[in-house]
């Protein structure tokens, strides 16, 4: 399927690993030019040497202020096309184990900036008449994950400031959409292997058999297979398509 994706720009934060970086390369191979954002300077460069001509690293921290306003300088009088908003969450942590510092810093790392980012690019869309907003969520949107109540939480305002976004630019050829990946083989999923098996005292393994026996597929996700689906999301064939969650799971969910 031709996607119509050639030559038209695209933001993609957490692009150095895991499902930032598959959709990158997944918007890359459809012809796109995309501004590649990560925290990690040396993994992002090396990924903007595989494709110097369809990328333009920004290096830095996008839950910050101060990059998305270096975005909106790279940004200024250009066009974009659409946006993966994508960054790591919380560490784990059961309710009892938190602290009301946790509550403010995950509230600044899962929403806060969300919204900034949102309503900077925003105007960029409603001059062009077109854009593709997507947020990269979890599936404990729709059924809570255990040990991880910050994400679990704030995850869930998201979804609620993504649905009634969608409701008001839905006629301006805006879309807003989110996927909620399940447990995918990614490292945020080794370091919930290794927290689980820390916690309960039992190996690596173990835990990820533990983890597994929750999924009916039986096995973890390809962050590749859920970039094809991002990456159409992100295009004009997607016009119809808006305020939705998409869970990507393998049967982990069990709610109808």
């Not at 909620?180 to 005292?201: C, V």
């Amino acid at each position: 399927m031709e996607l119509n994706l050639s030559g038209k720009r695209f933001l993609v934060s957490g692009a150095s690993s895991g499902f930032g970086k598959a959709v990158a390369t997944c918007l890359i191979a459809e012809g796109a030019h995309v501004i590649i954002n990560a925290r990690g300077e040396e993994k992002l460069l090396a990924f903007q040497n595989q494709f110097p001509d369809q990328t333009t690293a920004l290096v830095g921290d996008i839950t910050t202020d101060a990059t998305i306003s270096e975005l909106l300088r790279m940004l200024h009088q250009k066009e974009l096309h659409g946006a993966l908003i994508n960054a790591g969450g919380p560490p784990a942590k059961s309710v009892v184990a938190t602290e009301m510092d946790d509550w403010d810093d995950a509230y600044e790392r899962i929403l806060r900036w969300k919204v900034k980012l949102t309503k900077e690019i925003l105007p960029i869309f409603e001059e062009q008449g077109y854009g593709r907003l997507l947020f990269l969520e979890s599936a404990s949107v729709r059924q809570p994950i255990e040990n991880l109540v910050l994400s679990n939480s704030l995850r869930m305002a998201v979804v609620g400031f993504v649905k009634t976004l969608s409701l008001e630019i839905a006629d301006k050829g805006i879309t807003a959409n989110v996927i909620a990946p399940g447990y995918h083989a990614t490292d945020a999923m080794e370091r919930l292997f290794i927290h689980k098996s820390q916690a309960q005292g039992i190996s690596t393994d173990e835990a990820k058999r533990d983890f597994l026996s929750d999924v009916k597929a039986g096995h973890l996700g390809d962050p590749k297979q859920l970039a094809s689906l991002a990456t159409w999301l992100l295009s004009p064939h997607a016009a119809y398509v808006t305020g939705q969650t998409i869970t990507v799971d393998g049967g982990l969910v069990k709610g109808i």
